[in-house]
């Protein structure tokens, strides 16, 4: 049998990709966040009909184009919503007091087992925080670029190392995070991506342990540098963690000061996040002294609520995690694994699942909450 190599089926893979593509127009359009009926933004700014329309008159916003072929409003833009906020200065429910100051928080969202929901999580409740209101980062830091690929089209190579953290990390180059900082096409939305450079990354820190050509301590503590450096722009900051406790992926958890962990109701995902945060704690106490963070929470994720041993461990999660887990679970849904086969989530589908968008409202409203009244003190 004639021996092959690893290269070969990388390349047949790319051609696959590049042929679904074609095929598949979502996967290669630029992305574009979808438009907000008249009802969804006099809900989001709390104002009659009458009232968004004298602010088109009064020139606050663009009245919307009409449809040639239904006679109604296309609708209106995230940016257009958010006009709206500014003018009637209306801020998000947590930051009323204080509407011009950025809350700061920075969250990583970490578990090693795959298929938790852990990047799902992420790009949902980052949309959902701009989508009501605050100023977001996300942070790709794994590898494998999925949550990069959310907001890029599929397979597009123009994005290298430069794009990711490691100029701020590895290689000390930037003492700020602004040089990765990148647009989406969610307004107040933003991310530093991912690249399989942040896998190689890992050889060259270990490499450079071995020869002593590198202060680990420093190193694990530059991406928190690089955060701190930027975090005062941003209400949230989510990071995608790695799918590991490598270097990467201990220097994640040390760069922030809340934990998110995805973990759906199953027995394999649970012992795996128990041996997770075995690892996690020892590795945390050895390179920074016992460090404490403002909130570390259990995040159901993936509850089929068809599946008879999920709904028995549900029945004694809440016991036995008491207030290590949030009390409102994320649901399998049929309408995220499809929006998520075309790299969409449900706030941006033309017609969101209404049952599905409530959940993750529920979810996410609570997370936002623990997050902004667990980090009051450094607010």
Same mark, same amino acid.
């Given at each position: ?24 127009? *979502? ?140 100029? *701020? ?29 942040? *896998? ?134 049929? *309408? ?44």
């Amino acid at each position: 049998m004639e021996k092959t190599t690893l290269k070969a089926v990388k390349d047949v893979v790319g051609i696959l990709i590049e042929h679904a593509t074609k095929v598949e127009s *979502s996967l290669q359009t630029e992305k574009k966040m979808r438009y907000f009926s008249t009802k969804e933004v006099c809900n989001f700014i709390n104002r009659t009909t009458s009232t968004l329309y004298k602010a088109e008159e009064d020139g606050v916003i663009k009245k919307p184009e009409v449809n040639p072929d239904t006679g109604r409003r296309i609708g209106y833009t995230l940016e257009q919503v958010n006009l709206l906020r500014d003018h009637f200065k209306i801020a998000p429910k947590l930051k009323r007091n204080r509407p011009k100051e950025h809350l700061g928080i920075t969250t990583a969202l970490y578990n090693p087992k795959g298929g938790v929901g852990k990047t799902t999580t992420a790009v949902n409740i980052a949309q959902y925080c701009a989508v009501i209101g605050y100023e977001v980062l996300i942070i790709d830091m794994d590898s494998q670029a999925s949550t990069s690929a959310f907001f890029s089209t599929v397979g597009n190579g123009d994005f290298d190392e430069n794009d990711t953290i490691l100029s *701020s990390t590895l290689d000390s180059e930037e003492t700020t995070l602004d040089y990765a900082i990148r647009e989406t096409h969610f307004d107040n939305l933003q991310i530093i991506r991912a690249t399989h450079h942040l *896998s190689s990354s890992e050889f060259d820190v270990y490499n450079q342990v071995s020869s002593d050509d590198i202060d680990l301590v420093k190193y694990f503590q530059s991406l928190k540098v690089a955060i701190d450096s930027v975090k005062g722009n941003y209400d949230f900051i989510f990071l995608d963690a790695p799918p590991s406790l490598g270097m990467n992926g201990l220097q994640t958890l040390l760069s922030v000061d809340n934990i998110i962990i995805p973990c759906p109701p199953r027995m394999l995902d649970l012992v795996v996040t128990k041996q997770f945060l075995e690892i996690a704690t020892q590795l945390v106490d050895k390179h920074s002294n016992g460090k404490k963070f403002h909130s570390v929470k259990v995040m159901v994720s993936m509850y089929d609520l068809k599946k008879e041993e999920s709904k028995k461990l549900m029945k004694i999660m809440p016991a036995v995690f008491g207030s290590h887990m949030y009390m409102n679970q994320m649901l399998y849904s049929e *309408s995220v694994v499809n929006a998520s086969a075309a790299l969409q989530t449900v706030w941006e589908t033309p017609k969101p699942d209404k049952h599905t968008t409530e959940n993750m409202r529920m979810l996410f409203n609570e997370i936002i909450c623990d997050l902004v009244v667990s980090n009051r003190t450094t607010i």
